[in-house]
Structures are given as C-alpha cells and as structure tokens.
C-alpha cells in the first residue's frame, strides 16, 4: 500500500481535463471545479501548519472531559473516592463532587501544546507522505503541557492553575520532571501514529478511493484508526500516565523513594502493584477518548486543508 494521493481519483481527473480541452472549455473551467484529489499537491506548508493546529485545538477541547477521566482510571491506586467503573459515572461523581468544570482543569494549557503540536505534525505528515512515501514522523505534544495536564487532572490535585503546577514542580522537582516520560512518549508514538496512519490510509483506499473531500469517510477512517492505535499502546500510556503524575500512594506501595523516572522502572512498577491487568488500566476511557478525538481531527483537518487551499486556487484564477 502507498501513501499518496496519486492513483484513481488523479487518473480520473486527468481524463476529465483532457475531456474538458477537447469540448473547448479549458480556459472557462473555475477552480471550484478543481478535484480535490490534485488539491493537496499544490498546498503550501502554512496551509498544512493551519489545518494541523486547528484540527489540534479541536480535538482536544472537545474531548478534554473524557481524557481527564482516562487520566483518573489509569490511576494504579486510587482514593476510594476516585474510583470509576464508568466514563460516564466518573464524570457525574466529578462534576457533582467536585464542581462542574472540574473535568476542563488544565485544558488552557493543553491547547496552548496541541495547536503548534499539530501544525507540526500533519505538516511533517504531509511532507513524509510525498517524499519518503511509507515513512512516517511525529513530534508529539509539548512534554511540559502534558506533565502539567495530567497533574491538574488528578483527583485531589495540589494545583489550582497550570502556572502554580509548573512553579511548584519546577521548584520541588527541578526541570527534569516534565520530561521524566519523555523516551515513554517517543515509544509509544512510533507505534502509535505508525498503526494510526497506515490504518487511516489503508481505510480511506477502502471507502474513499478516489480521494474526494468526503468528510463520512474522514470520520469513519480517523475514527477507527485512532481507536486501534489508542487500545495498542495503552500499556506504554499507563506508564507515561505514571512518569508524569508520580503518584503519591503507588510509589509508596511499591516501596519507591523519591521519583520514579524511566520507562522499564515504569514498567516494573506496574506490573508490581497490578500484575498485566495494570497495563490496561483506563483501555475503555482512553478508547473511546482517541476514537471520536483522530475522527474530529482528521476531518477538520481535511475540511480547512480543502478549504484554504481551494482560496489559493481560486485566488490564483483572478490574477
């Protein structure tokens, strides 16, 4: 399989243009008219950036609620007050018991990592995909808004604000902290965004293999390959989960002084205190999380690189 945009939607849109030549009507066909198939080969790197980091806000904001309850699951020993059997109870009980926008702390600082995050990403996306064909590269999210994230959505968290949480982190734990997880999230990414776009791609050559701006086959595909990707590697999250949070009550159970830093401790630690099941703590929540989440992005990402482009082209027939 080829990731390209080449194949039977550009075949079948050369054999339109020779179509519309020879009826004459070269020189009156509008760029609206233009396949959306030939659109992404003239689609500047700002256009991808912007696609990228609007797709990114999105995503997150929407889903945030959801990847605070997978972050309170993955928990390996929860207050008893924190402990959820459903997504839907745990954001009940935090709402009811905690207030109602307890399930959006550390959201600002999440979108502030996930908009350049994402322009980066579907930009190298792109780039990768044209050049190298079947290589693919991912910078992630901002390893301190993750820290940062994950720290303010604990249960009894100590941090009122993402700038308390990083200056009390900063001061207690020095700049090593935010990126005690960092070679967990460069592993997990490897495997993650290679099932993610290979089944994305893989899908859209099923359900869409013309290429057309579809955006039903823009959900279905980032939708299902975001939900296989996520279950995959959610023993290498549990363990970032851990590495970020350094949770108090785990660490003390599992007989750890002072921090817990890299991915085999992480590992250990896990598989200590709850045996295999441990690595799959939260699989549900962080599912059903990252399946409407890659749907989202994929789309919008899709939609503004259709739309912006389609402005350049049409920009480009007035001139």
């Not at 604990?154 to 949480?165: D, F, T, V, W």
């Not at 776009?197 to 099923?206: A, D, G, V």
Request: glycine share 8%.
């Amino acid at each position: 399989m080829e990731l390209r945009r080449g194949g039977v939607g550009s075949q079948a849109a050369g054999r339109r243009m020779d179509g519309d030549c020879r009826d004459g009507g070269c020189g009156s066909k509008d760029a609206g008219s233009e396949d959306y198939e030939n659109l992404p080969t003239s689609a500047s790197v700002s256009t991808h950036m912007t696609a990228g980091a609007m797709a990114g806000i999105l995503e997150h904001s929407i889903m945030y609620p959801v990847d605070s309850v997978k972050t309170r699951m993955q928990s390996l020993n929860p207050d008893p007050k924190a402990r959820y059997t459903s997504i839907y109870g745990a954001l009940k009980r935090i709402m009811h018991t905690e207030g109602f926008w307890r399930p959006l702390r550390g959201l600002n600082v999440m979108m502030m990592g996930a908009g350049p995050a994402h322009a980066m990403y579907f930009a190298c996306y792109e780039n990768m995909k044209r050049t190298l064909n079947d290589v693919f590269s991912h910078q992630g999210n901002s390893h301190l808004a993750n820290v940062v994230k994950q720290r303010l959505q604990m249960y009894n968290s100590q941090h009122q604000s993402a700038l308390s949480c990083i200056r009390t982190v900063w001061r207690t734990e020095g700049l090593g902290a935010f990126y005690r997880s960092y070679t967990t999230q460069l592993t997990m990414n490897i495997p993650f965004q290679s099932i993610h776009f290979i089944t994305y791609e893989f899908l859209q050559e099923q359900v869409n293999p013309r290429r057309d701006y579809n955006p039903q086959s823009h959900i279905i595909s980032g939708g299902l390959a975001g939900a296989l990707a996520a279950a995959a590697t959610t023993p290498l999250d549990v363990c970032k989960t851990l590495l970020n949070t350094q949770e108090n009550m785990a660490l003390s159970l599992a007989n750890v002084s002072g921090r817990l830093s890299g991915m085999a401790n992480a590992f250990r630690t896990v598989y200590q205190l709850n045996g295999l099941a441990g690595y799959f703590k939260g699989i549900q929540a962080r599912v059903i999380y990252q399946m409407p989440s890659t749907a989202i992005s994929w789309s919008v990402y899709e939609f503004f690189k259709y739309f912006l482009t389609k402005r350049q082209l049409e920009n480009r027939t007035l001139y």
